[in-house]
């Protein structure tokens, strides 16, 4: 059976939410367990743990731009604080 680009990226979607959901304890130890073997089948392990990697890094890069952005607003609220108010002098 030959799949069209469009239904390898329909499965690559469910398989990404399957993980997801995994790794969010939505599956009994069981059924995560019947879900990876089916993952394994459908996607090598080495591009499972290649993906995963991405992911993290991504996260990780994601994380950095949130505390980035955290403390540029906290610089910029501690210069407001410190400079005098118009009219108060």
Do not use: C, H, K, Y
């Not at 059924?31 to 990780?60: F, G, H, K, W, Y």
Request: negative net charge; aromatic residues 2%.
């Amino acid at each position: 059976m030959q799949l069209s680009p469009e239904q390898v990226q329909s499965v690559n979607i469910l398989l990404s939410a399957v993980q997801v959901a995994q790794r969010r304890g939505a599956f009994s130890l069981q059924d995560a367990s019947t879900l990876q073997e089916a993952i394994d089948r459908l996607v090598p392990r080495e591009e499972q743990e290649r993906q995963a990697q991405e992911a993290r890094e991504a996260q990780a890069s994601q994380d950095d731009a949130e505390a980035s952005l955290a403390l540029a607003d906290e610089d910029e609220d501690a210069s407001a604080d410190s400079e005098p108010a118009l009219g108060s002098e």
